[in-house]
């Protein structure tokens, strides 16, 4: 895969790599083992990637401050429209991204670690929960507010809200906060949907995860309505 040199990674870069060489005890401060194991959803803004296979971002490349080059691969996904997923472990304070290495010492594929990540959330910070939101639109959260998009990715609480909908379900997460969606066959909740999804993302600034509608029906996710152009 063509190597990247984005400025948003190369600053995260730097920010990730400041304490493995500055100050090793705070990076041991983070709990490696399975069972910290969570995952993210960021924006991976011009993307529209059509199914939800896993593809690896590969190795990306940045420059420190100190004008030292350095290349890093980690546990980043290409996953679905415009958005990725980040294997993380987590801390009190902030979250540590997983390096391929990680999942090879863990002994898990990529599709077994989100499993795993979804598990541990869900242990962590609660099960899901939809609660009725405005325009006929139902919000999902759980224990850690800024973790509810991660629940996009909890394919049994989807599983669950289809039998309600067996039409399908149109559902947003335009930031990390936010995760809301609407029964495909309520025109004017999926109307009311769209206005929302587009105020709450252009307000998200840095907390931003996706522009696009999706829709899941059938056990799986597609692209309803696709990401904005950057």
């Given at each position: 895969m063509a190597r990247r040199n984005h400025t948003a990674f190369a600053l995260w870069l730097a920010l990730l790599c400041a304490p493995l060489a500055g100050n090793a005890q705070a990076a041991d401060a983070f709990d490696t083992?399975?069972?910290?194991?969570?995952a993210v959803l960021r924006e991976s803004a011009g993307a529209n990637k059509q199914d939800e296979s896993l593809q690896p971002y590969g190795k990306l490349r940045a420059t420190m401050p100190?004008?030292?080059a350095i290349e890093l691969e980690t546990s980043w996904f290409h996953y679905l429209g415009d958005m990725h997923i980040r294997l993380v472990f987590d801390g009190p304070q902030s979250m540590q991204s997983a390096s391929p290495e990680d999942?090879?010492?863990l002994r898990l594929e990529p599709q077994q670690a989100l499993q795993l990540a979804i598990a541990n959330m869900r242990r962590v910070y609660g099960t899901p929960a939809a609660q009725p939101w405005s325009g006929g639109l139902m919000q999902v959260q759980g224990g850690a507010p800024d973790l509810n998009s991660s629940y996009f990715l909890d394919r049994d609480f989807w599983q669950e809200q289809l039998r309600q909908?067996?039409?399908?379900?149109?559902a947003a997460v335009p930031?990390?906060?936010?995760?809301?969606?609407a029964p495909a066959d309520d025109d004017d909740?999926?109307?009311s949907l769209r206005f929302s999804a587009t105020a709450l993302y252009a307000g998200a600034a840095r907390s931003r995860v996706?522009?696009?509608l999706y829709l899941f029906k059938d056990g799986h996710w597609?692209?309803?309505?696709?990401?904005m152009a950057p």
């Open positions: 083992g399975p069972a910290n194991l969570m100190d004008g030292r999942l090879q010492r909908h067996p039409q399908g379900l149109v930031r990390r906060g936010g995760l809301v969606y909740a999926v109307a996706s522009s696009a597609s692209v309803f309505q696709p990401p």
